[in-house]
């Protein structure tokens, strides 16, 4: 009798420890982290466990703020110059533009990084090791890449361009704004929500470290990479978009003065076209991440 319930209690007790996670391993929500890193990006991390083969990952990413760090160790470079934002002085012809309502010496271009995207990460780990697969999502937050514009200057000191013309003087299908500016925007395809892969190595969240590294290396689809100019003579004074592709250069009505965009071009035509066709079809935009972590608890 003594040995039948000594050996129950020892299923019991045995089954017990069996259903009962080990606190370094029970992970649903216990273990928290936060972290931060670069190489394509400036990016910050939270992280928690889920089960031993699961964690979740919100990471905020930024290439703008990442430039502007490249910014402190190359603003004293001549060659390289200030790139976040890129501002540089374009003259206008030899005498400008002083005719038909405009008065144009020089057109500054003012050129700025506006990334900012959300992360929302799930590692799986096939084993016990550091060796991870990553799927997602990336939350576009700054709905475009860059913004460049074009602000008219003049050495006379009058305006460039009368109150009554501005978002009505067109060029190739572009107009000014009501301020009287030029202004492109760069664009994912796929802007507000973005599929991301990838694999990886390193735990966000490391039960038996205080301090983890984390690698990752995937893509995100992004549906190429878009340009567009500004109309607002089509629905004035209201915005229209138009996206700077080949069928925007070959479309005859899109002239500079009284020659089409593709004659404006000449030789240029070709290598013009090709690029823009590569960034527009471009289907997926590579990652490459390393963060380091601290467990908080």
Known sequence: MKKTLALVTALALGASAFGQTPVKDNYLFNHWSIGGGIITDLNLTVATTVTPNIQLRLVYDSYSHAVAI???????????????????????????????????????????????????????????????????????LSGNIATISGVPTNKTGQPTMQDSDRGKKEAAGITTDLDGNVNV????????????LGIGFGRAVDVKRRVSVNFDLGVAYIGGVHV?????????PHLTKVELNQAWIDNPENRIDDKTLRETLGEDYDETVKWLNLA????????ARLTINVRLF
Request: proline content about 7%; charged content about 15%.
């Open 185 to 196: 925007k760069v664009a994912y395809g796929l802007g507000t929500v973005r599929p991301y």
């Open 280 to 287: 527009n079809s471009f289907p997926v935009l590579p990652y």
């Open 228 to 236: 567009y100019g500004e109309n607002y003579m089509v629905d004035y």
């Open 70 to 140: 490249g910014n402190v160790f190359t603003k004293d470079i001549p060659e390289v110059g200030q790139i976040n934002p890129y501002i540089h002085s374009f003259p206008v012809g030899d005498e400008g533009i002083h005719s038909n309502g405009l008065n144009i010496d020089d057109v500054v271009v003012t050129g700025k990084l506006n990334t900012g995207n959300l992360n929302l990460l799930m590692d799986f780990f096939p084993g016990k090791g550091a060796f991870h697969f990553t799927g997602g999502l990336i939350l576009d």
